[in-house]
């Protein structure tokens, strides 16, 4: 089952607002994935996190790696339209050695909605 | 290279029929995983692949999962005797084989399964 708890489970908000969201695990996580997938179609990568308390951005995106190895978190600032889509964080299965890359569990998601 | 390419996009079948789903990882990666996604969830792990040999099995839902890629390029994913509860997104992603990318997955656009 799912071992990455995201919240919120979805938002509502205005075109131009920013927005936060989290991950959560109960296991310590070496790598954080975040990905976003729109209507039938396969996630996309987002940003990639190797190091505890790193920061990483990619435009209007913001990722932390939780300096617990617990946690991530995703922040996209001056939302617009296109945002829209289903959020997704991801870590390699707890415990998994090296021959285990891209065996990945996955949060259930954060559903972001942007109203012009 | 355009990425990974799944086909067919969605298939509709009626229970008990077999099925099968072609995935066309990159072709510079020599990993390749298949993931099941259900409405409202993540993806969960299913297979995956090094060149031909198929390293994990033990997260096939059932004996009537199969998957092959026996030349190290294209895989396929069988379900036998389909049920309604195989409904669901089947999506394929490869990786290189090592280094810091290993764990970050590019997944093709999914293939769509409706089990009447």
């Known amino acids: 089952g799912q071992q990455l708890n995201q919240s919120p489970q979805s938002m509502f908000i205005q075109e131009g607002e920013d927005v936060s969201m989290n991950c959560t695990s109960s296991?310590?996580?070496?790598?954080w994935l975040w990905y976003k997938q729109e209507p039938g179609e396969g996630p996309v990568l987002l940003i990639a996190?190797?190091?505890?308390?790193e920061l990483t951005s990619n435009g209007r995106l913001t990722a932390q790696f939780g300096i617990t190895r617990k946690d991530s978190f995703l922040n996209i600032s001056a939302s617009i339209p296109s945002d829209v889509g289903i959020y997704f964080c991801?870590?390699?299965?707890?415990?998994?050695?090296?021959?285990?890359?891209?065996?990945?569990?996955f949060g259930q998601g954060t559903i972001l909605t942007v109203h012009p | 290279d355009t990425g990974v390419s799944q086909d067919p996009r969605h298939k509709i079948t009626k229970r008990g029929q077999n099925v099968t789903f072609r995935c066309d990882p990159i072709?510079?990666?020599?990993?390749l995983y298949w993931y099941r996604q259900t409405l409202g969830q993540g993806p969960e792990f299913l297979t995956y692949?090094?060149?031909?040999?198929?390293?994990?099995k033990s997260r096939l839902l059932s004996d009537r999962f199969s998957a092959e890629r026996p030349k190290g390029s294209f895989s396929t994913l069988e379900i036998q005797r389909t049920e309604q509860g195989d409904s669901a997104m089947y999506l394929c992603?490869?990786?290189?084989?090592?280094?810091?990318?290993?764990?970050?997955?590019?997944f093709g656009a999914g293939s769509r399964l409706t089990v009447l």
């Open positions: 992603a490869s990786t290189p084989r090592g280094g810091p990318g290993a764990n970050v997955l590019t």
């Open positions: 296991s310590i996580f070496n790598t």
């Open positions: 996190l190797y190091k505890a308390g």
């Open positions: 991801a870590g390699p299965f707890p415990n998994a050695g090296g021959t285990s890359y891209g065996k990945l569990t």
């Open positions: 072709s510079e990666h020599n990993r």
């Open positions: 692949f090094q060149n031909e040999a198929q390293l994990e």
